[in-house]
Antibody, heavy 122, light 108 residues
Framework: EVQLVESGGGLVKPGGSLRLSCAAS????????MSWVRQAPGKGLEWVGR??????????DYAAPVKGRFTISRDDSKNTLYLQMNSLKTEDTAVYYC?????????????WGQGTMVTVSS | SYVLTQPPSVSVAPGKTARITCGGN??????VHWYQQKPGQAPVLVVY???DRPSGIPERFSGSNSGNTATLTISRVEAGDEADYYC???????????FGGGTKLTVL
C-alpha cells in the first residue's frame, strides 16, 4: 500500500524550531519529488516547498513566506522526508502534509499523508 | 505570482449537477488539478490534467478547462460529496504549484 505518515508536530514558542518527518512506503521513494503543503486553521492549502529526487539533482525550492527559515531534506536509505522549521512565527500554525505526484500527471499530488499539526504560540 | 480564483461556496440539491469554477489568466493553457477535502481529512485528488480521473474516482466527477476558466463538474450529487474543493496549477514563472482559495460545496 502506498503510504505517507507524518510525525513531529506539536506546540512550540515563537522563534523556536521543530523538525517534521514523513515516512514513505509502497513506492520508490528515491525517485519521487516530495513536497510539503500546509493548511492554517480554517484556511486553504498552501505549498511550502519541494525537494527533487537525487537523480534529478536533489535541489530544494521554497515558498516565499518560509524561504530562509525552513529546510527540506531527505534520507532515501530510510525512505523519509524532513522539514526543519526554524524561527517559527505564529502564522506558521497549520497542519503540515507531505505529498507527492506518484502516478498520472507529474505535478498533481495524488499521495498525501494524514498531516501533523504545528502550533506556534507563547 | 499566478492567482487562482474560486467562489467561496456552491450549493446544490441531491441528484443535481454542481459546477465549481477556477479562474486564472489564460488558465486554458495550463493543466488544472482538483482536490476534494472533507473535514479533518487530507486532500484527495479527484481530477488531474483538466479532465482525467485517478483510479477509484467516480465518473460523476469531470473537469474542463478553456480560456480563463476551469470547471469541476459533479453530476448526480450525493450527500457524501459535501466537502471543500481546491483547484491547482503549476505556475511556470515561479516553478511552484499554486492552489485556489477553495470552494465549500454544500448539499442541500
Amino acid at each position: 500500500e502506498v503510504q505517507l505518515v507524518e510525525s513531529g508536530g506539536g506546540l512550540v514558542k515563537p522563534g523556536g524550531s521543530l523538525r517534521l518527518s514523513c515516512a514513505a512506503s509502497g513506492f520508490t521513494f528515491s525517485n519521487a519529488w516530495m513536497s510539503w503543503v500546509r493548511q492554517a486553521p480554517g484556511k486553504g492549502l498552501e505549498w511550502v516547498g519541494r525537494i527533487k529526487s537525487k537523480t534529478d539533482g536533489g535541489t530544494t525550492d521554497y515558498a516565499a513566506p518560509v524561504k530562509g527559515r525552513f529546510t527540506i531534506s531527505r534520507d532515501d536509505s530510510k525512505n523519509t522526508l524532513y522539514l526543519q522549521m526554524n524561527s517559527l512565527k505564529t502564522e506558521d500554525t497549520a497542519v503540515y502534509y507531505c505529498t507527492t505526484a506518484h502516478t498520472g500527471s507529474i505535478d498533481a499530488f495524488d499521495i498525501w499523508g494524514q498531516g501533523t499539526m504545528v502550533t506556534v504560540s507563547s | 505570482s499566478y492567482v487562482l480564483t474560486q467562489p467561496p461556496s456552491v450549493s446544490v440539491a441531491p441528484g443535481k449537477t454542481a459546477r465549481i469554477t477556477c479562474g486564472g489568466n489564460n488558465i486554458g493553457s495550463k493543466s488544472v488539478h482538483w482536490y476534494q477535502q472533507k473535514p479533518g481529512q487530507a486532500p484527495v485528488l479527484v481530477v488531474y490534467d483538466d479532465s482525467d480521473r485517478p483510479s477509484g474516482i467516480p465518473e460523476r466527477f469531470s473537469g474542463s478547462n478553456s480560456g480563463n476558466t476551469a470547471t469541476l463538474t459533479i453530476s448526480r450529487v450525493e450527500a457524501g460529496d459535501e466537502a471543500d474543493y481546491y483547484c491547482q496549477v503549476w505556475d511556470s514563472s515561479s516553478d511552484h504549484p499554486v492552489f485556489g482559495g477553495g470552494t465549500k460545496l454544500t448539499v442541500l
